[in-house]
């Protein structure tokens, strides 16, 4: 089966700027998660879906961070204005319902931004 | 607080040792502890998963131990390759956030031939 798929690999912006990333999922599965990893940290849930719906966004910085999944399939995240401290990578993951839990999820490559 | 806290000196280690890294967490009652392996520049790859009430998983050459009372996870990788180097995630879930798989920061292992 084809893996998470995201855009793009690279982001190098200024600070105040606007970015957005893309996250395909693997197909079929329901549950879709977004993370962001600082350099030297584990990854850190930023929000859940299910199907098109938001299961948990309370780590969310929801005054600058945005994130929808359209048609609970693909998925976009979005950081209107970028801070510095938002450099890092983001990664998006997805499992079946509940088989995440027992079968792992599976991580696309991630983008990685640098807020200038 | 919740912690969950790897080794952040990285193991290095002679081809064919054993390589242990260690999970210890505060403040959680996890239902399931995973592993993942981390390359750089790419994400997380799931590699084993072990239950509250299971005290050991294998996986070919991977190891895991979970004792909940010390609240630490143990991980094993046997006979160890150059190809084994990469960044070794534990994670958790919980019963009362399923689906909110929180990480440590990892421990990097580097095998040298």
């Known amino acids: 089966e084809a893996g998470v798929a995201q855009s793009p690999r690279y982001k190098i912006i200024e600070k105040r700027q606007s970015v957005a990333f893309w996250c395909n999922p693997i197909s079929g599965h329901a549950t879709l998660y977004w993370y962001q990893q600082i350099l030297g940290q584990g990854p850190k849930l930023l929000i859940q879906?299910?199907?098109?719906?938001?299961?948990?966004d309370s780590q969310l910085p929801k005054d600058r961070f945005s994130a929808e999944r359209l048609k609970g399939v693909d998925s976009t995240l979005k950081i209107q204005p970028a801070k510095l401290e938002d450099s890092a990578v983001y990664l998006c993951?997805?499992?079946?319902?509940?088989?995440?839990?027992?079968?792992?999820?599976?991580f696309g490559s991630g983008t990685r931004l640098t807020v200038v | 607080s919740q912690k969950i806290e790897q080794n952040s000196e990285a193991l290095n280690i002679q081809e064919g040792k054993t390589a242990t890294l260690t999970c210890n967490y505060t403040?959680?009652?996890?239902?399931?502890l995973q592993w993942y392996r981390q390359d750089p520049g790419r994400g997380p790859v799931f590699l084993l998963l072990i239950r509250e009430n299971e005290k050991e998983k294998r996986k070919e050459r991977l190891k895991v131990t979970f004792d909940t009372t010390l609240k630490q996870s143990l991980f094993h990788i046997t006979a160890s390759q150059p190809a084994d180097s990469a960044t070794y995630l534990c994670a958790l879930l919980t019963t009362d956030s399923w689906g909110k798989l929180q990480f440590g920061a990892g421990t990097q292992v580097v095998v040298t031939p």
């Open positions: 993951a997805s499992s079946q319902p509940l088989r995440g839990t027992r079968y792992g999820y599976t």
């Open positions: 879906f299910q199907n098109n719906g938001v299961v948990d």
């Open positions: 403040n959680y009652s996890p239902a399931y």
